[in-house]
Every structure is written in structure tokens, then in C-alpha cells.
């Protein structure tokens, strides 16, 4: 597929068609490798639970990882 090449700024972009970006791309960010026989563009795809280990060790830093005490049952009446 040939697409064009277009100056911006100090470089060159081109424009991939919507259907390949949607299909093996995201948004947000793209890895880009040059190879001996070209450029090789690849998707990067979140891992479950990326930057989870990083929001809890905030989250405890922050002391935002302790639940609130339970009254005690006998000085409590639950509403059910």
C-alpha cells in the first residue's frame, strides 16, 4: 500500500489509513523500530492491571490504603 509523505515541522509524516490504524494500532502511543528492510510499527497493547503496583504504593504513601473502623456491633444497630 503506498501512502504519501508530507513535511511537518523538522520532519515527515504520513497518514495511515483508518482501518489499519484501528485494527492493529492505538492511540496513544506506537512503537517504532527500523530494520534492515524497513520501519516496523507496532501497536502497544496495555497489560491487565498496568500501574496498578504504582497506584497502591501511592495509595499507601498517601495512607489511603486503610479502611475506616467498624463500630462495634453491640453499640451499633444496622439498618437492613
Not at 509524516?13 to 534492515?36: A, N, Y
Not at 501511592?58 to 439498618?79: G, I, Q, R, V
Request: hydrophobic letters at 40%.
Amino acid at each position: 500500500m503506498m501512502v504519501s509523505v508530507s513535511a511537518t515541522g523538522n520532519g515527515y509524516g504520513i497518514t495511515l489509513p483508518k482501518f489499519v490504524f484501528e485494527r492493529f494500532l492505538t492511540k496513544e502511543s506506537v512503537d517504532m523500530e527500523i530494520t534492515d528492510g524497513g520501519i516496523l510499527l507496532t501497536g502497544e497493547k496495555k497489560k491487565a492491571r498496568a500501574g496498578w503496583a504504582e497506584a497502591f504504593c501511592s495509595m499507601h504513601e498517601n495512607k489511603d490504603d486503610t479502611l475506616d473502623d467498624m463500630p462495634c456491633s453491640e453499640a451499633f444497630e444496622w439498618e437492613w
